[in-house]
Structures are given as structure tokens and as C-alpha cells.
């Protein structure tokens, strides 16, 4: 196989690092470089010599994408890469980039799989609200089945819940959201004692069958949200 385009560097480049400013192109182009003749300055000096004579830098590349760079030095000046230096740098930067490539997308699934949990845990937590107030609707409406106004409070209770409990539904079936791990916000503008209002009513039955007493103390004034008034309540 033919090898990759080789840039070689002169020594009147400058007196700037020559290999920071060659890692940088091959991390912008994905172009591999090579540089010759000259003292570069080892970063890792604590390691080795502190004049490196040569260097290949290979980009990483996995599905089109550039993740990084591999560098091969020589501090030795009397040596000089080899057509065997340049395919083990064309291996190792494969094997390489393909390592990395999989680390990333597992970690990426990971990710989703945890968003994925939580989504879901949530989901499943909202949706045991509209149960208990659907359950305690219907035992309110039996006990009240002969006042009218009584069991017309629990079929508005019902439907409510009903509603929001089909938008739950819709929220687990989207599948998108899920992976993602987003909960969609439906804002509004909200009157705060009217949510007050309708989440009290839903749990009034249960409140007055277990004995219990339930105190609401809010301001006369109006007070106007921007929420989602579902998940408010």
C-alpha cells in the first residue's frame, strides 16, 4: 500500500516548536507529517533525551473522525525512519484510534443507558400520582354517588388525571426522549391558587379517609407562574 503524504519540515520554519505546531495541523487536517533534520524540543525531557532529531506524527482516525494523534520520535540523530517505522506508525495509529473509537461509544452507551434509567424511574414515579388520585376519585364517587356536586368533583378529577396520565404514556413511548434522558416541559402561564387549588382536590378524598388534616396557606394576591401546570401540580 502506498503511504500517506509526508510534509517534511526545514530548520528555517522558525524558532517556534516545530512539533506542538505539527500535532496542531495534523489534528486540524488529518494529514500525516514527518520532521527531519532538525533538534526539536522534547516535552518529555524527564524521559529521554532533551533534543529529539525526527518525529511522525499519524492522526487517529475512526469512521471519519479525527481523535487524536500518535507521534514517534528518535532522539538519536544518526537514525533515521525506516519504511518499517512508517507502516508500524500507520498500524499503531489504527489500532489506536480504533481503541478509542470504542471506548467512546461505550461510554456514550453508558450514558444513554443511565439517562434511560432515570427517565424511566421518573416516568414511573409521575405515574403512581395519577393512579393514587384515580383510585381515590373513584372511591369518592361511590361514597358520594347521591350528591351531585360531589360526584361531579370526582369525574373532573378523573378526567384530569386521565389526561395527564396520557401524556405520561406518551412521554415513555417516545423513544427519542428516552435515550436522551429529556422530560418535555410544556410551559404556560400558570395561576399558582388555581394549581394549589386542583392538587388539593385530588388528594382530599384520601386525606379525609385516613383522618388526616391538611392545611393551605396562600397569598390572597394573584401569583402568575411560567410552567408546565401538569407537572406543577
Known amino acids: 500500500a502506498s503511504l500517506p503524504r509526508i510534509r517534511s519540515l526545514a530548520a528555517a520554519d522558525g524558532p517556534h516548536d516545530p512539533l506542538r505546531a505539527a500535532l496542531e495541523r495534523v489534528l486540524a487536517s488529518g494529514v500525516p507529517e514527518q520532521l527531519n533534520g532538525m533538534a526539536i524540543v522534547n516535552p518529555f525531557a524527564e524521559i529521554g533525551p ?66 434511560k434509567d432515570e427517565f424511566l424511574a421518573m416516568l414511573g414515579h409521575e405515574l403512581r400520582n395519577p393512579l393514587a388520585a384515580i383510585a381515590n376519585a373513584l372511591e369518592y364517587a361511590y361514597v358520594a354517588a347521591g350528591d351531585p356536586a360531589a360526584f361531579q368533583q370526582s369525574r373532573e378529577i378523573l378526567a384530569r388525571q386521565v389526561q395527564m396520565m396520557a401524556r405520561l404514556v406518551d ?41 388526616h388534616e391538611f392545611t393551605v396557606s396562600i397569598p390572597d394576591r394573584a401569583i402568575r407562574l411560567l410552567a408546565d401546570p401538569a407537572r406543577l401540580e
Not at 63 to 79: M, Y
Not at 83 to 110: F, K, S
Not at 180 to 208: F, H, Y
Open 50 to 115: 532533551a533534543k529529539l532529531h525526527a518525529a511522525l506524527i499519524r492522526p487517529l482516525v475512526a469512521r471519519g473522525r479525527i481523535l487524536g494523534a500518535l507521534s514517534l520520535v528518535l532522539g538519536d540523530s544518526a537514525r533515521k525512519f525506516r519504511p518499517e517505522d512508517l507502516a508500524l506508525a500507520e498500524e499503531l495509529a489504527g489500532r489506536a484510534a480504533v481503541a478509542l473509537d470504542n471506548a467512546r461509544l461505550y461510554r456514550e452507551i453508558q450514558d444513554g443507558d443511565r439517562r
Open 171 to 211: 412521554d415513555l413511548l417516545d423513544v427519542s426522549r428516552i435515550t436522551r434522558g429529556k422530560i418535555e416541559l410544556r410551559k404556560e402561564i400558570v395561576d399558582l391558587q388555581s394549581a394549589v387549588s386542583r392538587a388539593t382536590t385530588t388528594v382530599e378524598p384520601l386525606v379525609s379517609a385516613r383522618q
